[in-house]
């Protein structure tokens, strides 16, 4: 089974979590055997707030500026960064300037258990 989709066709959900937050399910679990593909997008001056899950991510970030903080490191990640935030390991995003931040997540297909930290 093979899927095509155009971005532009898929709905952003805005997200509880955070300001100016939100998601294109890109790929499903119910549609990919092994991850799931998300869209994030993060407007100017929005931010997803300090959170833990229990599944690894994989990112690649699209467009915009982001204050990122993985663990105990903060540094900015802009359109071209590739991202491994490891199962656990406590991660935030503050936009930076006036883009929108946007980033590919992939994600592996499991229960994730999302703890909000502050």
């Known amino acids: 089974m093979y899927l095509h ?13 955070g300001k100016g937050v939100a998601m294109k399910m890109l790929l499903s679990p119910d549609e990919s055997p092994n991850f799931a593909m998300r869209n994030f997008i ?22 915009g500026r982001a204050l990122v903080q993985i663990g105990d490191e903060t540094f900015e990640a802009k359109a071209g960064d590739i991202l491994l935030i490891p ?14 931040y946007s980033f590919l997540c992939l994600v592996p297909k499991s229960e994730d258990c999302i703890t909000i930290i502050n």
């Open 5 to 17: 989709k155009q971005i532009d066709s898929i709905e952003a959900v805005s997200q509880k979590a």
């Open 42 to 63: 993060i407007e100017s001056g929005g931010y997803m707030p300090l959170h833990t899950n229990i599944i690894e991510h994989e990112q690649y970030v699209l467009s």
């Open 87 to 100: 199962a656990g390991l406590s991660h935030s995003y503050k936009t930076l300037g006036e883009d929108a």
